[in-house]
C-alpha cells in the first residue's frame, strides 16, 4: 500500500472524529502547526527514526509538541498511533489531506495562486470572486511568489492550472517558433 493510500486512509478517519467532536478547525489548524514542525525540524524527524531513541522519550516530545500546537485529544491518539507504527513520516502527506478533505466537507477549494510581485489586495479580492463564481464554491486563496514567472498570474484550483505567466506564452512563443 502506497504512502498516499495510507495518509488519506488516515486523514479520512481523522476527520469523521474531528466532525464527530465538532472540532473540525482546531484540529486542522493544530495538524498543519504540527506538520509544520515536523518539516522544518530535523531533529524532531531523528527522533523518531532513529531505532535508538526509546518509546518513551518519543512519547515525550509528541506530548510536548501536541502541546504546544494545541492539539486536541484525539489529534494527540492519531500522532501516537502514527508513532506506535513507525509511521510519522506520513505527518505532512496526512495535513495535506486532511486540509483537502475537510475542505470538500465545508463546500471550499484551495486555490493556490502564484505571482512574480505581490499584488494588490483589491486583485485578490476580485479573483476570489471569479473563482467562487467559476467553481460554485467558497475559495480560500494560498499566495506564493516565485520571481521566475516574470510577470502575470499562475493559478492552480485543484487539478486545473490557469497560467497567464509571461514565462509560459514566452516558451509558446518559443515552440510555435520551433514548429515552423
Known amino acids: 500500500m502506497s504512502n ?5 486512509r488516515y486523514a479520512k478517519a481523522l476527520l469523521e472524529l474531528a466532525v ?3 472540532q473540525t478547525p482546531t ?17 524532531l524527524r531523528d527522533i523518531f527514526e532513529n531505532p535508538s531513541v526509546t518509546s518513551e522519550s518519543r512519547t515525550k516530545v509528541l506530548e510536548q509538541l501536541a502541546m504546544r500546537v494545541a492539539a486536541p485529544p484525539l489529534l494527540k491518539n492519531t500522532l501516537k498511533l502514527l508513532a506506535d507504527r513507525n509511521r510519522m513520516a506520513l505527518v505532512p502527506e496526512l495535513a495535506a489531506e486532511f486540509n ?3 475542505q470538500a466537507a ?3 477549494v484551495e486555490a493556490e495562486v502564484t505571482t512574480a510581485a505581490p ?3 483589491q486583485y485578490y479580492v476580485e479573483l476570489q470572486k471569479v473563482l467562487e463564481k467559476v467553481t460554485g464554491k467558497k475559495v480560500v486563496l494560498v499566495r ?3 520571481p521566475a514567472i516574470i510577470a502575470g498570474v499562475i493559478t492552480r484550483v485543484g487539478d486545473k492550472v490557469f497560467d497567464g505567466s509571461v514565462r509560459n506564452r514566452l516558451t509558446e512563443l518559443k515552440e510555435q517558433l520551433l514548429a515552423h
Do not use: H
Open 106 to 108: 465545508t463546500g471550499q
Open 119 to 121: 499584488m494588490p489586495e
Open 144 to 146: 506564493k511568489q516565485d
Open 4 to 8: 498516499a493510500t495510507i495518509s488519506r
Open 100 to 102: 483537502l478533505l475537510a
Open 27 to 43: 484540529v486542522q489548524k493544530a495538524l498543519t502547526d504540527f506538520a509544520a514542525a515536523w518539516s522544518s525540524n530535523e531533529g
Open 20 to 22: 464527530e467532536a465538532t
